[in-house]
């Protein structure tokens, strides 16, 4: 392994994160396709994630960061560079209001539970999300949308942590959306969760 790596795996183990050795991703991958990740890296919390993102910054080393791998071709061989997938986190948490629905969902959540979550509700406006494959986390990066249904149309703010571990918050405004486009494509944050609020004037019932 290249020496600039040798001490991630001894971290995590250390520090009790999880962590898949010698990850074939081609098993995972929609496309069947990819080599050999070294460090999977698969956290259970946010306190994980600070540490994981702190420990890079402190010692220069590069990340990449995958959702659901349903949208990415990834290189055959050996892949040197750490990579964090958050699957582990996945919950979604409502809080309703009198005037409507209040949801914080974690960045792991596939789109299909978070639409089936809303639809389940008696709740329309999320329907075309459930067919797209990938994470709420990369839903919001690339501004998914589908069947008329945007994964930005109840979107309040995104919560994340910066290249330094460093936890902080977006709001909707503050996103620079565009047609399949956030500011999240132009730098390495970490997503953790999307905040989103839905009226009861989507109310429509359940069957």
Partial sequence: ???????IEPWLIENKIKNSKDYKISSKSWLDVGG????????ESMEDCKK?????????????????????IIRDGEIFT?????HNLSNIDENEKNDGLNLKVNAGTSMTKFSKFV???G????????????????GIVMNAGSYGSCISDYLISVEYLDTTGELKCFKKNELNLGFRKSIFQNNNFLILNS???????????KD
């Fill in 36 to 43: 050999v990740i070294k460090n999977f890296i698969t956290p």
């Fill in 82 to 86: 750490p990579v964090i997938n958050l």
């Fill in 195 to 205: 905040n989103f609020f839905i009226h009861n004037k989507n109310y429509i019932g």
């Fill in 52 to 72: 994981i993102l702190k420990f890079f910054n402190q010692n220069s080393i590069e990340f990449y960061i995958l959702g659901n791998i349903s949208n990415i």
């Fill in 1 to 7: 392994m290249i020496p600039k790596y040798n001490f």
């Fill in 119 to 121: 639809t389940n509700k």
């Fill in 123 to 138: 709740i329309t406006g999320c329907e075309g999300l459930v067919g797209i494959p990938g994470s709420v986390g990369g």
